[in-house]
């Protein structure tokens, strides 16, 4: 059964960092794309960065210049490294795949 598993969320003082991980498990599953989304509480779910399995990267606007995202295939494990953290930026943080999503991160950006 194939799973994709965030870990890396916590409580972070505005103006910190933090890499959130996207590991997939399971057999014949390849992470060769990757998204992340976010939820605010009482907000829909948006989108915040992608890489296609050409290694072309999109971002909304509200992270680019502070989010990057990356994947390791011979880990099959997707990353969303997070700079210059804003308290905006606080929601569960989701990895998607192959139609797939994971179960969530919380980030906490707060001083």
């Known amino acids: 059964q194939v799973q994709l598993v965030e870990s890396g969320g916590g409580l972070v003082q505005p103006g910190g960092s933090l890499r959130l991980s996207c590991a997939a498990s399971?057999?014949?599953?390849?992470?060769?794309?990757v998204a992340w989304y976010r939820q605010a509480p009482g907000k829909q779910r948006e989108f915040v960065a992608l890489?296609?399995?050409?290694?072309?990267?999109d971002y909304a606007a509200s992270v680019k210049g502070r989010f990057t995202i990356s994947r390791d295939e011979a880990k099959n494990t997707g990353y969303l490294e997070m700079n210059s953290l804003k308290p905006e930026d606080t929601a569960v943080y989701y990895c998607?795949?192959?139609?797939?999503w994971g179960q969530g991160t919380q980030v906490t950006v707060s001083s």
């Open positions: 998607y795949s192959d139609s797939r």
């Open positions: 399971g057999s014949g599953f390849s992470i060769n794309y």
């Open positions: 890489i296609a399995s050409d290694g072309t990267t």
